[in-house]
T-cell receptor, first 113, second 114 residues
Framework: QKEVEQDPGPLSVPEGAIVSLNCTYS??????FMWYRQYSRKGPELLMY????GNKEDGRFTAQVDKSSKYISLFIRDSQPSDSATYLC?????????????FGQGTRLTINP | DAGVIQSPRHEVTEMGQEVTLRCKPI?????LFWYRQTMMRGLELLIY????????DSGMPEDRFSAKMPNASFSTLKIQPSEPRDSAVYFC????????????FGPGTRLLVL
């Protein structure tokens, strides 16, 4: 079993829809959670970063962490065609080992105009 | 800033050949990471350096893979001999300092081993 599970999709939704992307993990030692966005033929770029359970909002994006369920989510409101990309969740154990990120498989998202 | 620079962007080679991938991190960053991305396995950390010193190479698949960082502005990932299963996109990333910092990824090198 992989440490981090993410449905690879693909996921296709109409413009303006609310998108929900999710990851589950098995290692309760993970403390820091990130979402990266990767456009086609580009490197991943950090979208959001959270620590501990709860919600974090940044514009149209909301990251949610539920440590009790080992489940993290990324919500995109008022989705735009420019949001079409692969979204990867990533997590790590502690600041000392924070650089060793474990990534999910990535979910390929398409927003249709 | 130019961002993380990787070369070549594309590499096609035959099985058994040596492959060298190159990376120039963002100036002033002192952590450097090499990743491999495939459809089957996703994005995997191969090795990372802090201040030019290899910290964790547990992700390096086997002895055919080696990485060096001779100075703060240059790193190489070498595969010798290459095999078809090494075909993947290889990313280099850098971050400003140790600890939980954003990793900035390069554009990747697409490697195809025939």
């Amino acid at each position: 079993q992989k440490e981090v599970e993410q449905d690879p999709g693909p996921l296709s939704v109409p413009e303006g829809a609310i998108v929900s992307l999710n990851c589950t993990y098995s290692n309760s030692a993970f403390q820091y959670f990130m979402w990266y966005r990767q456009y086609s033929r580009k490197g991943p770029e950090l979208l959001m970063y959270t620590y501990s359970s709860g919600n974090k909002e940044d514009g149209r994006f909301t990251a949610q962490v539920d440590k009790s369920s080992k489940y993290i989510s990324l919500f995109i409101r008022d989705s735009q065609p420019s949001d079409s990309a692969t979204y990867l969740c990533a997590m790590t154990r502690s600041p000392q080992g924070a650089q060793k990120l474990v990534f999910g498989q990535g979910t390929r998202l398409t927003i249709n105009p | 800033d130019a961002g993380v620079i990787q070369s070549p962007r594309h590499e096609v080679t035959e099985m058994g050949q040596e492959v060298t991938l190159r990376c120039k991190p963002i100036s002033g960053h002192n952590s450097l990471f090499w990743y491999r991305q495939t459809m089957m396995r996703g994005l995997e950390l191969l090795i990372y350096f802090n201040n030019n010193v290899p910290i964790d190479d547990s992700g390096m698949p086997e002895d055919r893979f080696s990485a060096k960082m001779p100075n703060a502005s240059f790193s190489t990932l070498k595969i010798q001999p290459s095999e078809p299963r090494d075909s993947a996109v290889y990313f280099c990333a850098s971050s400003p300092r140790t600890g939980l910092e954003t990793q900035y990824f390069g554009p990747g090198t697409r490697l195809l081993v025939l």
